[in-house]
């Protein structure tokens, strides 16, 4: 291959290793969370591994928060349909505040004594302002038989589970960091859900860019005249 046309190819390809490098990440973590629940026939308790992921939906995303395990009994059966549940996600890092999600009512029948699955819960969030936003689960609230059956408080601080790089409408992200690609935020394990069609549909529409503009530099090259 011509030394020039090798020139162009390196180039091409230094270029694409730099818009890799500079795109926004996402992590994310199961982190398990001590709630501490009120209910209407006492306090109750129960550490439940929780999951926060973000799939991006036009301006915003969709925020999903999975439970693992339930986080409180009820001493009688709850009929199919009668339990929803719902949560608030504490904000922080470029904005603060609160986020609300809410589950879908329960598809089967509960039986009594036995623990309450919670599934997953979505929210929308749309950002405000531009930077990294972490989320941390909040309150739970098991709402059933027509009343707040279980308020549940997490009672062990826990750390976010997810912080995600956002750019308000109009905006300009305020992270240029190296970071790329969605990692956990601890041991590896596998990639949280951002979004099949945001980060890896761009990156792959600016790396084809990059391409193209090499290879119009390959051309540009090979036709100029012999000096």
Known sequence: MPYRR???FALAAAAGSVVLASAPAARAAVVDVDYACETKIGPKGAVSPVDITAVRSGSGYTITMSF?????DSPVELPKG???PRAELRLGGAEQGTLKVTGTPNTAAIPPDTPIRIGKLTGTYTPKKSGKVTFTAGV???HALGMDAAVCTPKNNPKPALELQVTAAGGSSS????SSGATRSSGGGELPKTGPLDSATALGTLGGTVLLTGAAGVLWLTRRPAR
């Open 175 to 178: 992270d240029s960091g190296g």
């Open 140 to 142: 739970l609230t098991v």
């Open 82 to 84: 009668v339990m929803t």
């Open 6 to 8: 090798r020139t162009a």
């Open 68 to 72: 693992e395990k339930g986080v409180s």
